[in-house]
């Protein structure tokens, strides 16, 4: 609302009238200045910042026509008011004032009700046109400063009214874009048009609160930019949808830039990729590559110096990899036409050679990237090293999508880092056959344990002082519908990527117990039986694993001394801090714990004292007296007396001969187990060694 009261100028040569029209105009609220004549009417105006005029038009010298013309020479209608003031008989001079720019009349003698009325009437209409203006004006900035194209659709015609910033965004001039629905239409990318248009659609029938997309737009160079429309329905008073209107932003920038090293992102690197692709098939001759890169011990390192000095490291690697492609490969920023190096997400990168000449190049221009990556990184004043697993796909025929040969450079990537990493590999058919036989693998393990194909089988643990049987080694197998009895070694790596080496862990331990209970439940209340189950590393650090453990136990009614839980030695050596603190919650429990395949990890003697175990088993490949012309048999010489000294068993696996198990006596290991005894037998067959006590 104004603040001041209106200042209304009263010109009229006759006193009285505009005297007594003031003093009544003033009881009303407005301030009033009068002139006896329309001489110097502008210097008026000026001065006195007036709202609204009353000009007498029959006046001596300069005329009320005259003084009107001067007036809207410097000021429209709406920015000053003017009521002509005439007797009844001069209807001539109102036309002809009105037709000049008037906004009003009043006869003589003056009906001061009706002047009031007219007044009001006028400074409102003015007060609402500035009010307009100012909003318009705020619109405008508002726009301006928000870098947004604005668009206006009037259903009633079906015509656009699209901003000078709206087809600016698009690399358009003002005549360049028509005022049709198809302008905007037919410049969405088509994969996203018609999803627009059911967005469009809905926000129309009311069910969405305001129309909202994100979408791709044809910029004039041909590229595509994205953008992010919004919008709102007008409806008339009867409902009846007329109008949309919104805005447009261009968010090419957030939608396709990595945000840490400022890359191009998967999104756009898949858009330029499939670009190429489409190009490729036009110009077979033309051959490029896609490199799938993945940092090597890059979770260690984030890990342990901190996810502040990873950053640094994705950062820094990013420039490296820049510096070190060929000119012709160099990185573009958004803006450029091409670029050749992406950030997918965490420690992957991506890099399109485009335009190579021979496989080779593929290969030297990655030996190149792995040689530079290979220096130090100096982050602060804390050193890294890091190297990469590279996988290659090569541009072929056969490649409908982008995400196909995506796919495939992944795929030899992690060929790569099977093959012992920090190296690159080309995919190839070979990996193809590899990857399905591995997704169906994957996809009868996720249904195995629902039909109930697994299985344990048992392999006995002989105490070689009395050559009977001290206990059993629960192994899980997999009865598969159409490939036979698995091996773990054939999918317990699947389990392991899949996660689901949780849920075998488990079923393997609590059926390994089970099977104990029902084994003890035929035996003499004083015959010791211990069964050994083995933890994989995921199950290892499971939060509340012994509390589960401890709930098993009591449910079936077993002694915690009557299970040992084996942890490989590479285990426990990958966190010995938190490997130490899991282990005393087991021991708590009352369980008994072995270190299995010991030997073939971290060289760990240090750290036994600190673990708190029961039985070191010594690895197979150290029970051979003599391999390769090694004496391997040495590695059991040592561990005897090292385990004696800890209060540790020792249990020899992989034994295999006669000789093995006499120079396991002679060296006092106390346990074995391998084929010289038995191989792994069913629970039938294991019941039938209790009962019969067999003795080796």
């Not at 670029?339 to 335009?355: C, I, Q, S, Y």
């Not at 220096?375 to 999508?401: C, H, M, R």
């Not at 003499?524 to 939060?543: G, I």
Request: proline share 4%; charged share 25%.
């Amino acid at each position: 609302m104004n603040s001041r009261p209106n200042r209304i100028l009263v010109i009229d040569d006759n006193e009285m009238n505009r005297d007594m029209l003031a003093r009544r105009l003033e009881r009303k609220g407005y301030q009033v200045h009068v002139a006896p004549s329309a001489d110097g009417v502008i210097d008026l105006v000026k001065q006195k910042s007036l709202d609204l005029v009353l000009l007498d038009i029959e006046m001596p010298g300069i005329g009320g026509l005259e003084a009107l013309r001067t007036i809207r020479e410097l000021y429209s209608p709406v920015e000053l008011p003017v009521i002509m003031v005439t007797a009844r008989n001069q209807s001539d001079d109102i036309v002809k004032a009105l037709s000049m720019g008037a906004n009003d009349y009043l006869t003589k003698p003056v009906d001061f009700a009706v002047a009031l009325a007219r007044i009001g009437t006028q400074l409102a209409h003015k007060r609402a046109q500035e009010e307009l203006k100012e909003s318009e004006e705020r619109y405008a900035l508002a726009a301006r400063g928000a870098n947004d194209g604005l668009w206006d659709w009037n259903l009633s015609t079906n015509l656009f009214y699209f901003s000078a910033r709206w087809k600016a965004m698009l690399g358009c001039q003002e005549d360049e874009i028509m005022d049709t629905p198809e302008a905007w239409f037919e410049r969405i990318h088509e994969a996203d048009r018609e999803r627009v248009k059911e967005e469009i659609a809905a926000h129309q029938k009311g069910l969405t609160p305001h129309f909202q997309s994100e979408h791709r737009a044809r910029h004039k160079d041909g590229t595509f930019r994205w953008m992010l429309s919004r919008g709102i329905a007008i409806r008339d008073h009867s409902g009846k949808l007329v109008r949309m209107a919104g805005s447009q932003t261009d968010i090419t920038e957030g939608k396709v830039s990595d945000p840490l090293t400022n890359l191009p992102n998967r999104l756009l690197f898949l858009d330029r990729l499939g670009r190429l692709m489409m190009h490729s098939k036009r110009h077979p001759e033309r051959m490029f590559a896609v490199f799938f890169m993945d940092l090597d011990g890059f979770k260690m390192i984030n890990d342990s110096m901190g996810h502040f000095i990873g950053d640094q490291l994705l950062l820094a690697v990013s420039q490296r990899l820049e510096k070190c492609l060929r000119e012709t490969d160099t990185v573009a920023r958004l803006g450029q036409q091409t670029f050749t190096l992406a950030r997918m997400g965490g420690d992957e990168f991506t890099v399109l050679l485009d335009d190579i000449k021979e496989p080779g190049d593929a290969n030297r221009a990655a030996e190149r990237i792995m040689k530079e990556l290979s220096a130090p990184f100096l982050l602060g004043d804390k050193e890294a090293f890091t190297s990469v697993s590279i996988g290659i796909a090569l541009s072929n025929p056969s490649y409908q999508e982008p995400e196909e040969i995506m796919r495939d450079a992944d795929t030899a990537m992690y060929r790569a880092k099977s093959l012992g990493k920090s190296r690159c590999e080309v995919f190839d058919a070979d990996m193809r056959a590899s990857v399905m036989a591995r997704l169906e693998l994957e996809t009868d393990l996720r249904h195995a344990l629902e039909r109930g194909e697994f299985r344990n089988v048992y392999q006995p643990i002989v105490d070689l002082v009395s050559g009977e049987v001290a206990g059993f080694e629960a192994l899980l197998r997999w009865d598969h519908p159409t490939r036979g009895l698995l091996n773990p070694g054939q999918f317990i790596s699947v389990a392991e990527e899949t996660g689901l080496i949780r849920e075998l862990g488990w079923w393997n331990l609590r059926e390994a117990c089970r099977q104990l209970r029902e084994w003890k439940a035929n035996l003499s209340p004083d015959r010791e039986l211990v069964v050994s189950v083995n933890l994989s590393v995921k199950q290892f650090m499971q939060p509340n694993l012994v509390e589960h453990i401890g709930a098993l136990l009591t449910e079936l009614g077993l002694s915690p001394q009557a299970l040992k839980l084996e942890i490989t030695e590479s285990t426990v050596m990958e966190d010995p801090t938190a490997a130490v603190e899991m282990l005393y919650q087991m021991k708590a429990l009352g369980v008994r714990l072995a270190i299995d395949d010991f030997g073939t990890g971290y060289s760990s003697l240090s750290y036994l004292h600190r673990f708190p175990l029961d039985t070191l088993k010594i690895d197979r490949s150290f029970i051979s007296s003599v391999s390769d012309g090694i004496d391997r048999m040495n590695i059991a010489r040592t561990v005897m007396p090292l385990a004696k000294n800890l209060s540790m068993d020792v249990v020899a696996e992989g034994v295999e001969t006669a000789e093995q198990v006499q120079e396991l006596k002679r060296l006092k290991c106390g346990f074995a187990q391998g084929f010289y005894f038995s191989k792994p037998v069913s629970p039938q067959e294991a019941e039938a060694m209790i009962t019969e006590h067999a003795v080796w």
